[in-house]
C-alpha cells in the first residue's frame, strides 16, 4: 500500500525525493499505530544482564583488536613500499576520520540496546545543508550541518522514546526522510561549497602535520571516552543497555538516556558531513550509502555487544582504523596489479565483508561463552 501511493504521489508529478520523505513518515507512522495496540513489556526479569565473559578472556578481546591492527600494519608495510609513507598514512587518516565520528556516535546507541540506520543519510543531508550555507563562512556553514544532524537525531530519539517505535524502524524511516530531504535541497544534484571563505579548511586543511579532521575525531574521542568511563551518563547507557525496566526501577532516566544518545549519534553524523562537505568540495546528497553499515561493524569488531549494556570507545576507533587499512590494502592491491577489479566490484567485496563482520562477531562470543 506504500509503495501504491508513493507511485500514486510521482505519477501525479511530486518529486521522487519528496515521495521518498512521504514513505518514511508513514512506515514511522504506521508501525507506532501498530504498536500503541500491544502490552507494554513484563518487568517479571530484573536481572541486570551482564557479559559471562572472565576478566581474561574480555583482557583477550581487547587486545585482539589492537594486535589485529599491528598486524595488518606490518604485513602493508612489508609488502608495499609506500604503505607507510606520509601520503597514505595522512590519507587514511582523513578520509576516515569521517566514519571514526559516525562510529563514535553509533557505539553510545548501540550501548543503550539500540541502533541507528540513520548516520549515512543524515551525513549526506548535513554535508548539503552545510554546503548551502558555506558562502556566509566557516561557523554557518558548520552550525548548518550539526543543526541538520541533530535534527535527525532528535527526531530518532523521539520516535524510539516517547512512540515506542522499534529503533531499526525508526531510524529507518529517519534515514528515507533525510535522505529525501537532502536530495530535495539539493535538487538531486551536488551543492558546491564556497572557495571565498575558510569551510574547506575543516576537510583539506591540516594542524601540526596532520589533517583538521582527525584532530576533531580524535578530540570526538576524548570526550566520548571521557563521558563513558567517568561520567554519570556513560554509567546510565551501560545500565539501560543491560536492562532497561531494571534501570527504570532504580529511578534512572531511562528514556533520557536513550534520546540523548540518538541526539548524539545525529550531531556526530552531522559533524562528519560537513568534513564530507569540505573534503570533497561540495555537498553530497547521494553519498552516505553503507555508512552504517560500516559504523556497526567497527562498533562490533571492537567488541561492543549489539543486545546492549557493554562496549568500548576506544576499541570502536580501533575498529574504524582496522576496517580502513583492509580497505586500503585492497586499494594497493588493485593498484599493483595483483587484483583487477572495478569500483563496482570493490564495493561488492567491502559490503559483503562488513556483512560478514557483523554477522560473526555476535556468533564468536555465543560460541566462547
Known sequence: MIQLLRYTLLANGLADA??????????????????RGQEAPSAANLVVNTPSQAPL???????Q?????????AFGALRYEHFLGAFNVLSVLRYNSMFALTGLGMVFVIMTGGID???????ALASVASA?????????????????????GAINGFMVTRMRILPFIATLSG???????ALL????????????????SLGQGDFLGFPIPAWVAAFAYVVGAILLNFAPFGRHVLAVGGNPEAARLMGLPADRVKFLAYLQSGVLAGLAGVILAAQFGAGQPAEGVGWELFSIAAVVVGGTLLSGGQGSVGAT????LLLGLVFNILNFENGMGWISLSAYWQSVIRGLFLMIVVIAGPVSRTRTR
Open 18 to 35: 519528496a515521495a521518498l520523505v512521504v514513505k518514511g513518515a508513514l512506515i514511522a507512522g504506521a508501525v507506532w499505530v501498530q504498536q
Open 57 to 63: 578472556f574480555a583482557l583477550l578481546r581487547r587486545h
Open 65 to 73: 583488536v589492537t594486535l589485529a591492527l599491528v598486524l595488518l600494519i
Open 117 to 123: 540506520l540513520s548516520v549515512g543519510a543524515t551525513a
Open 132 to 152: 548551502l550555507l558555506s558562502t556566509f563562512g566557516l561557523v554557518p556553514g558548520l552550525a548548518g550541518g550539526l543543526v541538520a544532524g541533530a535534527t535527525v
Open 175 to 181: 534515514m528515507l526522510a533525510a535522505s529525501g530531504t
Open 185 to 200: 535541497l539539493a535538487h538531486n544534484a551536488s551543492v558546491s561549497v564556497s572557495y571565498e571563505t575558510s569551510f574547506t
Open 317 to 320: 576507533l580501533a575498529g574504524v
